[in-house]
């Protein structure tokens, strides 16, 4: 079954960090560019970090940059968003997405990503 599995949310306090994963299951992430992305109560999902198949370009949202970073283990197939002096403003439930691009690409338009979509986890950044 062709699936990404995202984990490592949950409760934080403001000034705090957390590490989400995106794991692969029935495929290899070796030759997809992934998104990670991010939907908060009542506003569009938008994507907040980007990784190319080989890792040799991410990109970053202004609102995040410097804050987050994004990294890929092919070899563990999972691509990991460690997120530094979180917000509250960061609270929502992330996602992570795949497109076959086996080149130096990477999106934050959630539409780019025709594969698989992870089933989100919820990032709370709260006192």
């Known amino acids: 079954h062709v699936q990404l599995v995202v984990s490592g949310g949950g409760l934080v306090q403001p000034g705090g960090s957390l590490r989400l994963s995106c794991a692969a299951s029935?495929?290899?992430?070796?030759?997809?560019?992934i998104g990670w992305f991010r939907q908060a109560p009542g506003k569009e999902r938008v994507g907040v970090s980007c990784?190319?198949?080989?890792?040799?370009?991410?990109t970053y949202a202004d609102s995040v940059k410097g804050r987050l970073t994004i990294s890929r283990d092919n070899a563990k197939n999972t691509v990991y968003l460690q997120m530094n002096s979180l917000r509250p403003e960061d609270t929502a439930v992330y996602y992570c997405?795949?497109?076959?691009?086996?080149?130096?690409?990477?999106?934050?338009?959630?539409?780019?990503?025709?594969?698989?979509w992870g089933q989100g986890t919820q990032v709370t950044v709260s006192s």
């Open positions: 997405a795949s497109d076959f691009r086996p080149m130096n690409w990477c999106s934050l338009s959630a539409p780019a990503y025709k594969g698989s």
């Open positions: 029935g495929f290899t992430l070796v030759s997809y560019g």
């Open positions: 990784i190319s198949s080989r890792g040799s370009v991410t």
